[in-house]
């Protein structure tokens, strides 16, 4: 029994871990609030950041900060103060001149490192601003090359952790679940599309089957509206994670962003075969012209969510308008480990599922 169904076993084994590993695996530290966010040229500030998943606590002596400001050139604090886990007070003593003459305001991403947290960076760092440039390049170059990172300088992350990524913060997990079922609902619904196709080709082919045998021709039948039923449960699961997504990034559940309109339009598409097939009480007719509609539902499917969304200019979800949906921003190799997985999962329990409707199908006789 084993060997017949691992193939299911490993799609229940690949969803679990998913699941596991995506709500338990925590976030890098970062810090979600530094005051100030500006500074002056010329002078000593100190700022008080507030960490996330860090534990400065653990090694309060052996905590270091940056201010980035280019390749080979950093300002590294002259104090740090740990007041807990979460708080710290940073000490910079500015130079009088940013490194380059040509810059009137330039963003210094704060760099932390420590054995405990690893290191990690605040991409918005404080603000700068330079009315008068330095006369001389390498004079304003030399402060900040004096402290510049070295090797050795940075503490690796000391366990496995998933991207902080400060507009989506603990929301970054929805990938595992939202985005997958998508591809997943794709598979599903490339192999409904195959069965309704096998289905049309068959038709015109005269059967030397038993009358009382379900025929190969139904019998694709049968796979097609399996196969299209569970694609059409991971899009509505899709579509309900993609809304609980868009509550806690973009403020409301339902924003007529061009993606959630199209795909609502697609599964609405795919809601219509089911319609369009409860419409005719001949078997033959309605398995017919179910398969044709299958067709052209997923001739839909594909413009609609993957190239409409990415003509427009005004969507909110990554992959739109040029913005990479898949680059280092927004998935690393950590989270890799377990999003290809877990689409892998979802597609083996979806057949799975396929299979249980196509079986009950059989035993109804409908």
Not at 259 to 277: C, E, H, M, S, W
Request: include cysteine; aromatic fraction near 14%; charged fraction near 15%.
């Amino acid at each position: 029994m084993m060997r017949k169904n691992w193939w299911k076993w490993l799609g229940v084994a690949l969803v679990v871990y998913g699941l596991l590993a995506g709500l338990l695996i925590p976030l890098k530290p970062n810090l979600v609030s530094v005051s100030a966010r500006t500074a002056t040229l010329g002078e000593t500030i100190t700022l008080d950041v507030v960490g996330y998943n860090t534990s400065f606590g653990a090694d309060a002596g052996a905590v270091k900060a940056w201010l980035s400001a280019g390749e080979g050139l950093s300002l590294a604090a002259s104090a740090v103060e740990v007041l807990d886990d979460r708080r710290a007070k940073l000490t910079f003593t500015l130079p009088p001149f940013l490194p380059d003459l040509s810059l009137d305001k330039l963003t210094l991403p704060i760099i932390v490192s420590s054995p405990a947290d690893g290191a990690f960076v605040d991409p918005l760092g404080i603000t700068v601003r330079q009315e008068t440039p330095a006369a001389n390049e390498a004079a304003a170059r030399a402060p900040w090359q004096s402290t510049a990172l070295a090797k050795g300088d940075l503490s690796a992350t000391p366990r496995i952790t998933f991207p902080y990524r400060g507009h989506l913060a603990e929301t970054i997990r929805n990938i595992f679940f939202h985005v997958s079922l998508w591809f997943a609902m794709m598979f599903v619904f490339i192999a409904a599309v195959v069965y309704a196709i096998k289905y049309l080709r068959r038709s015109g082919k005269r059967s030397d089957e038993l009358p009382d045998v379900v025929s190969r021709r139904d019998r694709a039948d049968y796979w097609s509206v399996a196969f299209t039923s569970v694609g059409m449960l991971y899009g509505v699961l899709g579509l309900l994670t993609g809304a609980v997504w868009a509550r806690y990034t973009w403020g409301s559940f339902w924003s007529w962003d061009i993606k959630q309109f199209t795909t609502l339009i697609a599964l609405l598409i795919y809601a219509g075969y089911f319609v369009l097939r409860a419409s005719f009480p001949d078997g033959e007719q309605r398995a017919r012209l179910g398969a044709a509609y299958n067709i052209f539902a997923f001739a839909c499917l594909i413009p609609l969510i993957y190239i409409l969304p990415r003509l427009s200019g005004n969507s909110l979800h990554p992959g739109a308008a040029g913005n990479p949906g898949f680059g280092g921003e927004d998935l690393d190799s950590t989270m890799r480990m377990v999003f290809y997985p877990i689409i892998f999962g979802w597609t083996l329990f979806g057949f799975w599922l396929a299979g249980l409707r196509y079986r009950l199908r059989l035993l109804s006789g409908e």
